[in-house]
């Protein structure tokens, strides 16, 4: 008999489409912006420092580094968002249900991804990692723990597993939190 579950995890539009790493890419924008203004002013403008000649290729790599980010990768990034999202909506994921085997745990200092098994199917996910889908690790209060009985939707992609949704037994619901 199939336990009863409880949802610690489904995806949602409010996660999936906003990240304050979307909002650091605007930081070198913003400093080549500035690096640019004081160039010119420095250059063009009645205060003649003995060092007016700023190196115009700092400002210039910062601004397109920044709007590289801003038009190629964070597209990309709400793109993956968009895609991990439609297709919970659409059940176009599958299902796996079984104890959690092969529990290896991320430190509380991160440096690598915390990894576990549901029979032949491998999750591995960080906190550190910019991606859509279940990425709360143990060491900070995920949770996912040896031994644990779990149902998971998730969509297999070529990079990994991703958890759309994770659901733990009722039972033992209790004694994770």
Wanted: proline content about 6%; hydrophobic content about 40%.
């Amino acid at each position: 008999m199939t336990p009863p579950y409880v949802t610690v995890y489904q995806i949602s539009a409010d996660q999936a489409y906003s990240s304050f790493a979307d909002l650091v890419k605007l930081v070198p924008v913003a400093f080549g912006v500035v690096f640019l203004a004081l160039s010119l002013i420095l250059t063009l403008g009645r205060t003649r420092l003995h060092w007016k000649k700023l190196p115009w290729l700092i400002p210039i790599c910062l601004c397109a580094f920044g709007l590289f980010s801003l038009c190629v990768l964070a597209p990309r990034s709400l793109r993956q968002d968009s895609d991990a999202l439609s297709a919970y909506r659409k059940g176009d994921y599958q299902m796996v249900e079984g104890t959690v085997a092969d529990f290896d745990p991320m430190p509380y200092e991160g440096h690598k991804n915390e990894c576990f098994s549901v029979l032949d199917k491998r999750f591995c996910y960080s906190d550190y990692a910019i991606r859509p889908g279940f990425r709360n690790t143990a060491s900070h209060g995920g949770p996912i723990s040896s031994g644990l009985q779990v149902r998971i939707a998730y969509k297999a992609t070529p990079e990994r597993n991703m958890i759309l949704r994770l659901e733990i037994d009722k039972d033992q619901a209790a004694s994770v939190r």
